[in-house]
């Protein structure tokens, strides 16, 4: 007859340790939103790489001009910064339907270890982009978030990790078909957010 | 049947030292507030508690001063890591064979 609070014991230090070490709060729907941000993004990239520049000679020799990557960094920039916002506003929302403090141990975690990957990558990029090394930047930028992906799914939703997974290897593939860096990026960013986002609102947030 | 109930350990047998077992289990260490915040209790309830697992040397205790404001944080011991794992398998064998 005690056997009922035994199993309250374990619910209750498993809801314990899960709570402690893991940011639950993530949202899903600022998946959602930010796969439709880089949606918007990637066309309005597409239209400037392939609109509002010259193509030179015969081939589809890209000539990319300096007006051109600006907006093009201006594009990434503003998705980035929607992104992270709609993030943070979906979770505090999410954080206080859950009683549960939006900046506390676990999320700092989990910002940390999301920011190291993704820092790194961020910089080397710029660099790239500094030594006019263009080429490349659609499969990094696939592959060190990817990275910070799976590095930060120990401290929030296990969804994340196969997230992180999924972009690394489309990061991997932009890299051997290297002329379609945009839609692999429209592909990761975009579908991938979307698709995971739905997957994680429906588990967590549909109740 | 005898041997499990030995190995329930009176120590744990709180919802509340429970859960400061199962919380400095997974995080290397906890300072006060943040246990309070996760177990929604009071100070003096959680002292208590606290006070209790350190006597049975459980957990740690240090005090530290970040900036002007004292800081109390808590980490299990290897001994208390021991107890708690112990207990929990306990739990198991206690639900399992009935």
């Keep these: 007859?005690?056997?009922?609070?035994?199993?309250?014991?374990?619910?209750?230090?498993?809801?314990?340790?899960?709570?402690?070490?893991r940011f639950i709060s993530l949202s899903g729907l600022s998946g959602i939103l930010a796969?439709?941000?880089?949606?918007?993004?990637?066309?309005?990239?597409?239209?400037?790489?392939?609109?509002?520049?010259?193509?030179?000679?015969?081939?589809?020799?890209?000539?990319?001009?300096?007006?051109?990557?600006?907006?093009?960094?201006a594009i990434a920039t503003v998705v980035?910064?929607?992104?992270?916002?709609?993030?943070?506003?979906?979770?505090?929302?999410?954080a206080?339907?859950?009683?549960?403090?939006?900046?506390?141990?676990?999320?700092?975690?989990?910002?940390?270890?999301?920011?190291?990957p993704l820092a790194t990558g961020?910089?080397?990029?710029?660099?790239?982009?500094?030594?006019?090394?263009?080429?490349l930047i659609a499969p990094l930028t696939l592959i060190f978030y990817g990275l910070a992906c799976v590095n930060a799914s120990k401290y929030?939703?296990?969804d994340v990790r196969y997230l992180g997974i999924?972009?690394?290897?489309?990061?991997?593939?932009?890299?051997?078909?290297?002329?379609?860096?945009?839609?692999?990026?429209?592909?990761?960013?975009?579908?991938?957010h979307i698709v995971y986002g739905s997957l994680m609102y429906y588990k967590y947030e549909n109740n | 049947m005898l041997n499990i109930i030995q190995n329930i350990n009176k120590a744990f047998d709180h919802r509340i030292r429970l859960g400061i077992m199962s919380i400095l289990m997974v995080n290397e260490s906890a300072d006060f507030n943040m246990l309070k915040e996760l177990l929604g209790v009071t100070d003096g309830n959680l002292a208590s508690h606290t006070k209790a697992l350190e006597s049975e040397?459980?957990?740690?205790?240090?005090?530290?001063?970040?900036?002007?404001?004292?800081?109390?944080?808590y980490s299990a011991t290897i001994e208390g890591r021991k107890a708690f794992t112990a207990h929990i398998e306990a739990l198991e064998k206690l639900i399992k064979s009935s």
């Design chain 1, 80 to 94: 980035l910064v929607a992104s992270i916002v709609t993030g943070i506003l979906l979770s505090i929302r999410k």
């Design chain 1, 96 to 116: 206080r339907k859950s009683n549960e403090n939006v900046w506390n141990s676990a999320s700092k975690r989990l910002v940390i270890n999301f920011m190291i």
């Design chain 1, 166 to 192: 999924t972009m690394i290897a489309l990061g991997l593939l932009s890299t051997w078909f290297l002329g379609y860096g945009l839609l692999f990026w429209a592909l990761g960013f975009g579908g991938c």
């Design chain 1, 156 to 158: 929030t939703l296990g």
């Design chain 1, 35 to 73: 796969g439709i941000y880089a949606l918007i993004g990637a066309w309005m990239a597409y239209k400037t790489i392939y609109f509002d520049t010259s193509t030179m000679g015969s081939y589809r020799d890209l000539v990319i001009s300096e007006a051109a990557v600006m907006r093009l960094l």
């Design chain 2, 57 to 73: 040397n459980y957990i740690q205790i240090e005090k530290q001063f970040i900036g002007k404001k004292p800081n109390t944080k």
């Design chain 1, 1 to 21: 007859m005690e056997n009922h609070n035994y199993l309250n014991d374990i619910s209750e230090i498993k809801n314990l340790m899960d709570k402690s070490s």
């Design chain 1, 122 to 135: 961020g910089f080397f990029i710029l660099f790239l982009i500094e030594k006019e090394m263009l080429g």
